[in-house]
């Protein structure tokens, strides 16, 4: 598999656009660029197409896709990665007219989780879904791992494990399913007596790589244990599991504050298991922060995304909207002005003003300690 000196993998992206403005064009391609590099890729070239409806076979026309071959071709291009779910089908067609490797955006948001996975639940959840997406298209995945060397989309069950009988995958899944369940019933009883705590719960949720694990780890720099950070990247996805951390101040309220994995837009529903947890959290919740990457185009798209879900779980929470990285730019993110913060997860000043806002919220200006003050 030819790649650059770096050792990164060059794609190609490939979009099917129905009737959609320029905006939306434009962020969908680039937030599928953002996807190529978490996954450790580089972006070579995009090649879009405006439809009246999908090609069955293809989704492109058929002229688009020599277009494609032959850009593979000259530029040494590794893969192809689709942005709308291909059939099995589809894969198999594209697969045996272009000469690279054939993904689409679910492979690639399944390649980062399986990259990213650091529990034993978290593993069990992505291998899950990786199975189920695969199993869909069983047929169309066949070239296609013939002609991987590692690397992207390659994460998680390998080649061997695809190219059994659909009878044993399928065994694999109810064995994988039973294992969760039992991790499940394990983390709702230690969960249970975590809420049976005197501590409120604040949840940090939004889009992701909006900062949440960013504004944690600032939090605790300041009123926790230093030693007990998450981890934190410049990625999509870098936190895969939910991370419950105490804040306190002497002479002020205590509050665990719980990291959650981020959102993205047109989530796919295979990945719909890997946030159970982050659902759960929310709906326990005392207080939400939902925090917002106010310097990247699209921001009210992304608040809608995030608040969608936060309503289907439980709509009567109280938010506290955070406009982050104000110190790079600002969209023009519409949030309620009595209910928003702005601050740059960096500044040391807007990191006490948070704390200070959510003491507030939590605990009324005398800032007592407990739940029912």
Excluded: W
């Amino acid at each position: 598999m030819t790649t650059n000196t770096r050792g990164k993998q060059r794609a190609l992206l490939a979009f099917a656009f129905l009737q959609v403005s320029e905006k939306e064009k434009k962020r969908r391609i680039g937030e599928l660029r953002e996807i190529v590099r978490s996954c450790g890729g580089e972006v070579i070239g995009c090649i879009t197409q405006n439809v009246l409806r999908y090609h069955p076979a293809t989704l492109l026309g058929k002229g688009k896709i020599e277009e494609m071959a032959q850009m593979v071709e000259e530029q040494s291009i590794d893969l192809v990665v689709f942005e709308q779910e291909l059939s099995g089908a589809q894969r198999l067609h594209l697969s045996e007219m272009l000469p690279c490797r054939v993904l689409d955006r679910v492979d690639l948001i399944l390649d980062i989780f399986a990259l990213r996975a650091r529990s034993k639940k978290a593993k069990v959840d992505v291998e899950l879904a990786q199975l189920a997406y695969r199993l869909s298209a069983l047929r169309g995945y066949g070239k296609a791992l013939s002609r991987t060397g590692g690397g992207i989309g390659t994460r998680g069950p390998g080649e061997k494990k695809l190219e059994t009988d659909r009878r044993s995958i399928e065994q694999r899944i109810k064995r994988l399913r039973k294992q969760r369940e039992r991790i499940t019933a394990q983390e709702r009883e230690a969960g249970k007596r975590r809420r049976q705590s005197t501590y409120p719960i604040v949840g940090l949720v939004g889009y992701t790589n909006a900062g949440k694990s960013t504004i944690m780890n600032a939090l605790l720099s300041h009123f926790g244990r230093k030693e007990k950070e998450v981890y934190a990247d410049d990625r999509l996805f870098a936190t895969l599991e939910v991370s419950m951390r105490r804040i306190e101040e002497p002479g002020k309220g205590t509050y665990l504050l719980a990291d959650t994995i981020g959102f993205i837009h047109d989530l796919p529903k295979k990945l719909s298991t890997p946030f159970a947890s982050t659902m759960e959290e929310i709906s326990y919740a005392d207080l939400l922060v939902h925090v917002i990457d106010a310097a990247e185009e699209g921001a009210n798209e992304r608040i809608e995304t995030v608040q969608k879900c936060i309503q289907e779980c439980r709509a009567d929470i109280p938010v506290l909207y955070v406009l982050n990285k104000m110190d790079l730019g600002d969209d023009g993110a519409v949030t309620p002005p009595e209910e928003t913060l702005r601050i740059s997860a960096t500044c040391d000043k807007d990191i006490l003003r948070l704390h200070q806002r959510i003491q507030q919220q939590l605990f009324g200006t005398s800032a007592a300690t407990g739940r029912n003050t």
